[in-house]
Each structure stands twice: as C-alpha cells, then as structure tokens.
C-alpha cells in the first residue's frame, strides 16, 4: 500500500483505468473509487467472455459480484479498515433486471452481519466490460 496526502493504493486490487486512487481518507472516513471484477496484473475480468474486438459474449453476474467483493475487502484492508466497517455501498448494474435477484441474494451473503446503506442504480455501462461496480464508503480509525 501506498499513501500520498491521504490517497491510497492497494497492492491486491486491480490497477485503477484512469487518474484516481483507489480510496481517499477524510478524518475517520473512507471512500472508495468504483470498484469492479477486473484482476490486478491482468485485464482479465472474472466471469466475463469476450469476443475478439473486447464485447461481451456472456458473462456470470455471481462470479462478477464474488470478485467484486473480494476486490473492495483487500482494498479496506490494505488502508487499515475492515468490512464490518462498510457504512454506505452504491452499487451500479448494467442490467438491473437480470441481475438484481443473484446480486441481492450474494450482497446477503456479504452483509449478513453488517448492514451498511445501500443504494442499487442500474446504467447502461462501465468503463470496462463490467456488469457490477460497487462505490463504498466505509470508516476507519
């Protein structure tokens, strides 16, 4: 992990797509950049199938949502949170309506001890071949 003027990196989340870390603390809170599947080193996304020109063929929502969470753990760990100190999670879908039932059934299994705010808007995309991105706020001491 490195730390400049409150901004910090994880060394176990993937690498950012543009000029941002991956969180910023602000007193004892802390807000994490949208976080999605990708794995660090590689542009390889966990349950998603491309073509040859990077569109998605098919993709597995569970996979995706699994990898997202691990993504945003390493992320709180790596700046010295943890995730029963997640407070406020915005989740984006690019499809809300096949999706929402396996993501809301996986965000339970998550968050069965922690229930932090929730919010759920579905766009119509990311800036990677992404089906989830989760933008979480959480504190730290």
């Known amino acids: 992990m490195s730390v400049n003027e409150n901004a910090i990196e994880s060394a176990r989340a993937p690498e950012p797509v543009g000029l941002y870390p991956h ?16 794995e660090r080193g590689t542009k390889k996304i966990p349950g998603v199938e491309l073509n040859d020109v990077g569109e998605i063929v098919s993709y597995d929502i569970e996979t995706q949502c699994r990898s997202v969470f691990q993504n945003v753990r390493y992320i709180l760990e790596d700046a010295g949170s943890s995730w029963d100190k997640i407070v406020d999670v915005t989740v984006f879908l690019t499809n809300m309506k ?17 229930r932090p705010c929730r919010t759920t808007v579905e766009i119509s995309s990311l800036p990677t071949p992404i089906a989830i991105e989760l933008k979480v706020i959480a504190t730290i001491e």
Request: proline letters at 3%; hydrophobic letters at 40%.
């Open 23 to 38: 969180a910023r603390r602000v007193g004892n809170l802390l807000f994490l950049s949208g976080v999605g599947p990708r």
């Open 98 to 114: 096949a999706d929402f039932e396996v993501y809301n059934k996986i965000y339970a299994e998550y968050f069965a001890d922690n």
